[in-house]
């Protein structure tokens, strides 16, 4: 997607905390989105956090959303094998078609023993 | 708890001819959008429905139309079909919110129907 930028890949060790990163550019976002998909099947919600929100973290899982930069991350603590996967950024760019989601191209992630 | 069902998961077609897709959205959810993902590719909307009405169109070819049904299960229609179709097309459902909330409806993806135009 052009506005929504993801790095491409991450590589991290198993233990280690990943940290993927994505810029989006509209600044009327309402809800911005993390999903994953492994080889072959659909797109997982993980989480996702409200735009007056600063921060949301779900068990191994924190979203950190920086407004003023429009920079998202989702950290993944104590990372497994099963993590490896692609991971999209997703933004709702407005309240009025808050449904239609604008996707980054994805950060492939690749957890290594 | 019941997901976004879409059938059939795989349909493999000749060019020129037709497909439809079907959709059915989680129990009391009244939104559906479509979404086209190709090899490698990121998501791209299609088109939404909301109460059967449409309510938001993207990249859809003219040769793809859609309709929400009342009991708002959703088809895409696809005709004259093309080699660049080939794609996973995803379906995905919610209740609209319609007022300023930190909740977030359920926007929750079916597991796809991958299309393969030969």
């Known amino acids: 997607g052009e506005d929504v930028e993801q790095s491409l890949f991450l590589s991290v060790r198993e233990g280690d905390s990943s940290v993927i990163n994505c810029t989006y550019t509209d600044s009327s976002s309402t809800y911005l989105y993390w999903y994953k998909q492994e080889p072959g099947a659909g797109l997982q919600l993980l989480t996702y956090i409200f735009s007056n929100m600063d921060m949301k973290q779900d068990q191994r899982l924190t979203v950190l959303l920086n407004k003023k930069d429009k920079h998202l991350s989702l950290r993944i603590a104590d990372t497994q094998t099963g993590d490896s996967a692609i991971y999209f950024c997703?933004?709702?760019?407005?309240?009025?078609?808050?449904?239609?989601?604008?996707f980054g191209a994805g950060t492939q992630v690749v957890v290594t023993p | 708890a019941a997901g976004v069902i879409q059938s059939p998961r795989h349909l493999i077609k000749e060019k020129r001819e037709t497909a439809t897709l079907k959709c059915y959205p989680i129990p009391r959810h009244d939104t559906v959008y479509w979404y086209q993902q190709g090899p490698g590719q990121d998501p791209q909307f299609l088109i939404s429905?909301?109460?059967?009405?449409?309510?938001d169109k993207g990249s859809i070819p003219d040769r793809f139309s859609a309709q929400q049904f009342s009991d708002y299960h959703s088809e895409l229609n696809m005709s004259s079909l093309e080699l660049g179709d080939s794609a996973l097309y995803f379906c995905?459902?919610?209740?609209?919110?319609?007022?300023?909330?930190?909740?977030?409806?359920?926007?929750?993806f079916g597991s796809g129907t991958r299309l393969t135009v030969v």
């Open positions: 997703a933004e709702s760019p407005s309240t009025d078609s808050w449904g239609k989601l604008q």
């Open positions: 995905a459902s919610s209740l609209l919110n319609q007022g300023a909330s930190t909740e977030n409806y359920g926007y929750t």
């Open positions: 429905f909301y109460e059967k009405m449409q309510s």
